[in-house]
Nanobody, 124 residues
């Protein structure tokens, strides 16, 4: 079983930056693709970014492309989301997730393991 724990969320002003981390335990995720999703108040959870098992392939939602960067360190069993030029509309609970299989995916229901989420609030 895989346990995922997010950290790094917080309150930041518009234009600022945050770096989220997702630490995996219980089983190595080095052969799993992983992703970040977010859920804003009153909205459904949405895809943010995904990365394949080796870190060589990434995909982003159009809303974050050019501002967010997903990466991973398999030696540390950790995934990251560097968020720059944050906007108030980025305010949400951010979840990390892992899927079996090595290929990155934007499809939420392909992800079997989920963290508890970390709150990101961007003030205007």
């Amino acid at each position: 079983q895989v346990q995922l724990v997010e950290s790094g969320g917080g309150l930041v002003q518009a234009g600022g930056s945050l770096r989220l981390s997702c630490a995996a335990s219980g089983r190595t995720t080095s052969s799993y693709a992983m992703g970040w999703f977010r859920q804003a108040p009153g909205k459904e959870r949405e895809f943010v970014a995904t990365i394949n098992w080796s870190g060589t392939s990434t995909y982003y939602a159009d809303s974050v492309k050019g501002r967010f960067t997903i990466s991973r360190d398999n030696a540390k069993n950790t995934m990251y989301l560097q968020m720059n030029s944050l906007k108030p509309e980025d305010t949400a609970v951010y979840y990390c997730a892992a899927k079996t299989g090595r290929g990155a995916s934007v499809v939420e229901n392909e992800y079997l393991h989920w963290g508890q989420g970390t709150q990101v609030t961007v003030s205007s």
